[in-house]
């Protein structure tokens, strides 16, 4: 059981920021990472739809034989955590629970900004997982639904950038957050400018790191973990085809990403059920 | 068989755009209309997955017994038109032909511009079809991957678009292109800030209108129109909630949208091959 994989999965490139970490923190481990490159973006689509995508993914994974699985996209954490939870009966760790952890940890002032897609922002899965850390702790959201086409088109420290981020972050730091989650895969790759607009004392939190450190508590509490002296064997699934991963993920990794294999996650279906009206 | 529907898709809810000016044309026939809302958008991704869910769609729709079909979506248009056209045998019109003669006909200098998505502009389709009508035309191109997440932010006349406009068009600009085509059905909403930066001098194309034009000469040929006293019916169908297709789909359309149906297109699969390795 211990030498089974560690699964991870987002909707694209993103979550190889976290795949990054968890490799860090445990260089031991074997990774299967899937990006759902064929249907990014999830940020903008319906709860509902990125649930159907999510256990189409944990069900690939799970042939795959895994023993945990890391839900690397913070719009799939916020909407389809629980769904996942239900379905399988193996760990699973989304981004959300240990962002709000490193934000609940870094807050002085008591107040706490989230910025993330649509669907993140309307799940209000950060001010959920915060205020059950502690509840005197104030949260506000914004969403930032142009960062992620920025981010991709590479425009992240021009006047574009600049002003995109002053648009969407005033208000919050008009509201005096001392500190920011940036509750998106893509956003830390804007963090120049994000930094700008907040200023130096506030504190920008991402999941990564604190995601990892969560895998590997898991992991050790269960007996799960290989040998130190090993080292882990990375392999990489997309589902469109992998040339553009491939060049993205090589920046992202800092690194050779190696054999990139491109899947069809159809047949993973469950029962659909035809045609609905509204 | 003149009594059949005129099927269109896109990859959302910019194609709407095109079924206004297909029902403006011909009111008396039934449309049937697929926006691929849960796999938006087609641009960024490469054209295999695009002629996979392009002919996904087309096999959904050809179950519902059409007539004609409409691509209209330009990525679709531009990349899977020649391979739908090899699988059915009803007429299938996309938006680059219609769109190329209308800025054939409008260039006075020989010089035409076209912006579109990624994929569009790397498959040079507008260039091709501009030059088989008349190869001394000189056509510059530009993808713009800013421009639907702008207009689906609804930031269509602020700094932000404007200077993202600017630093797109500009060497269209310079190169001194006398037309411009909006080779993506979402650029229309942008309409205002692109004949800021390129002046009233320069014509701006879009397909849409020509487009139908082209499917009226068609079904008038092979003898399909229904007699103009009739008016037709409406359906539509997308494969995400319908919520966010019919609230912006109401503002495109100018009216009321009717029914929205969902479905879902995952059984309309072909033999699907597995892995494949790059």
């Known amino acids: 059981m211990a030498w089974k994989a560690i699964g991870i ?33 999830y940020g903008t689509k319906s709860p509902e739809t990125v649930i159907r995508y999510s256990r189409q993914i944990a069900r690939y994974l799970m042939n ?12 799939a954490s916020a909407v389809a955590l629980a769904a996942l939870q ?25 107040k706490v900004g989230v910025i993330g897609t649509a669907a993140t922002v309307a799940s209000s899965a950060y001010t959920k997982a915060i205020k059950r850390i502690n509840p005197d702790i104030e949260v506000v959201n914004r969403a930032c639904p142009l960062f992620v086409p ?45 930094a700008e607009v907040m200023g130096p004392e506030v504190a920008l939190v991402d999941s990564a790191a604190e995601t990892a450190r969560t895998v590997a508590q898991i992991l050790s509490e269960e007996g799960l973990l290989r040998p130190e002296c090993e080292r882990g064997n990375h392999h990489f699934y997309v589902t469109d085809i ?12 800092g690194g050779e990403l190696g054999d990139v294999y491109q899947v069809s996650l159809e047949q993973e279906q469950e029962g659909e059920d035809g045609e609905e009206t509204y």
Chains 1, 2 share one sequence.
């Open 242 to 253: 992998p040339a553009g991963f491939i060049r993205v993920g090589n920046r992202f990794l």
């Open 150 to 194: 920025l981010a991709e088109e590479g425009w992240v420290d021009n006047e574009v950038a600049r002003i995109t981020a002053r648009i969407y972050l005033e208000d919050l730091k008009r509201q005096g957050v001392d500190t920011l989650v940036l509750g998106c895969t893509h956003y830390p790759i804007l963090k120049e400018v994000i």
């Open 86 to 110: 239900q379905e399988f009966d193996i760990p699973i760790v989304g981004v959300i629970e240990p962002g709000a952890r490193a934000a609940a940890a870094a807050t002085r002032s008591g």
């Open 9 to 41: 999965f987002d909707s694209g490139v993103g979550g190889l920021t976290v795949l990054k970490e968890v490799i860090h923190t445990l260089p031991q481990e074997d990774t299967i990472y899937l990006g759902d490159t064929a249907r990014v973006p």
């Open 64 to 75: 795959r034989d895994i023993k945990l699985l890391v839900v690397a996209c913070n719009t």
